[in-house]
């Protein structure tokens, strides 16, 4: 019998792992695959993206380190660019992404189950992802898997708000804390700040349009 080094079974786990959230995400009706690398997600979004085409995108650090701002910036669309604009302007272009050909995110958390899970403050994100753009395309890394919809929310109060409310600068218990002020809480629990970035909570199962979200998942740590 061959022996395997522990980085190699943790491949072939994670492999089985997202073989198994892409099935759980084709019987919800999205259009879902995995790919190796994040240069082949880039790969994969372009083949997807028609030239000229009106595009859009919801912050994201995965979409940055995929490549993928550059290719929205390549000329090749009519990118609706909202780092762009002043931030007077911002609201304007969020109104706008919602009847553009193509919306692009990541997820907070995508669950084994074939479920996305998002947070927002401002509410664009998730709400160009219920309803509006043709197409949307979600790119997450393997880091974002979890088993189901309480393993997401543990994620986000622990990890993913505390991270981007630090990155953003913002004045609340868990850019100062590294975890929510409602960890003990529901779902929406959480603090009072003005600045709270979590205040609305979007949990996409099976889809009325089939294939109109495309996820694309990839086995490397991307985001957070």
Known sequence: MSEYSAQEMMQEH????????????????????????????????????????SVANGGSMTLGECGIMELLRS??????????????????????????DFYLMSSNAVTEEGE????????NRVAALIYGPERVIVVAGANKLVPDIPAAI????????PANAMRLKCDTPCAELGVCAGIRGGMA??????????ASYVVSGCQRVP??????????????
Request: glycine fraction near 6%; proline fraction near 2%.
């Open 211 to 224: 294939n109109r979200v495309k996820v694309i998942l990839v086995a490397e740590t991307l985001g957070y």
């Open 154 to 161: 543990t994620r986000m109060k622990t990890l993913t708000a």
């Open 14 to 53: 994670l492999k089985k792992r997202l073989d198994r959230t892409v099935a759980a995400l084709r019987r919800n009706r999205f259009d879902a695959m995995w790919v190796a690398t994040k240069e082949e997600a880039l790969a994969e979004v372009q083949a997807t993206l028609r030239e000229g085409a």
């Open 116 to 123: 996305l899970y998002n947070v927002d403050g401002n509410g």
């Open 75 to 100: 000329g090749k669309y009519q990118f609706l660019d909202r780092e762009a604009v002043p931030r007077e302007e911002m609201p304007a272009i969020y109104h706008k992404a919602l009847s553009a």
């Open 189 to 198: 629990a959480g603090c009072h700040s003005e600045q709270r970035i979590c």
